[in-house]
């Protein structure tokens, strides 16, 4: 695995979508010896976090790698210095596409910009990879700028004003608060602009209003902006970011999770549905991996699921009623034992005392 991913960071071209159905098709045959996969690869690969087996992600691996650039444009305001990668790519970038600049191509995923050159061309399919797998809106992004952006045009053509620039106005984040573009009058005095730019403000809003109308919540994003940013400008960047595509886009298990919350009456964590869902083996998971043995309980013969064992199984409760009066005599206090309490660790109802709690959690 190690050996494929180090190859892949040396390709910085395109790698054919088959060739990662091939590694697949490998993976699979020598996880299960030849025989027929009895949990999907893709569950499989869900991250510990989520409740999978973080089996790597190798198409992941590849866009993280690929990835870093074209995630470093949104940050490029011309300022890089001469000589630079970026800026060299703005300018090829201006040739052939003069309205667009190289940060929007990063958000416009899914708008057509033709780009001749290879490279910039290659990077932006992998932008727009990254952002369908991870479901990322570009213009729900604060970040996400303003001018020279496919995403935002009046009459067929992006939008440009060397004012607002002066006066640092660049993204969507500046002028749209809560999902609503900020009054004018507001606007005006935050930039400490005058009357003379209401007309390019209507402009603006008019533009944004469409994207209103249809339902998107713009510029809302902000935890997955702030944390894509984080991730660009420190170090580290390739694993970080795999990481982020890799949790961000394993949603497999997420219905089996909704289904605890429902049997348990409560929203859960994302620690706390890791430690529910750490490598346990149950008859469950032995019998879907194994079909030859019983998937019922060691203890009563009922069908041997996480909940079960853990909390439902006769012998379980017998052991938690034990639990529970050790408890009560040993602290006088008046504990009632409930599976939030016992399964996740959460605090008790109406035990005040924080000495007491941090004894109940040893507990
Ligand atoms: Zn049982």
Redesign the pocket.
Known sequence: MALISFLLSLIPLKVPEYWFKEIKKLLTQFLWGNKKPRISSDKLKVCRKKGGLGIPDIHAYYLAFNGKYPMLWAYYHGQCEVGSLLRLEQKILHECKKETSLSSLRYCTDVKTNIKDPIISFSCKIAKTIQKKCSINGIMLPSCPLWENPLLTAGGKTLSNETWKNYNIRNLGQIVKQNKIILFPVFKNIFALNDTVFLQYLQIKSILKEYVTKGISLASDVETDNKLKEIIKNQGTVSKLYRFIHTSSCNILDKTKAQWEQDLGKNLTTEQWGTIMQPCITPQRLHKMNPDTSDL?W??G?R?SLI??LWQ???MKQLWAGVQNILCSILSVDVSICSEVCLLGLKLDGVESKVLQHLLSLA
């Open positions: 309980c203890h009563c009922e041997g079960h064992l199984c006769p012998q």
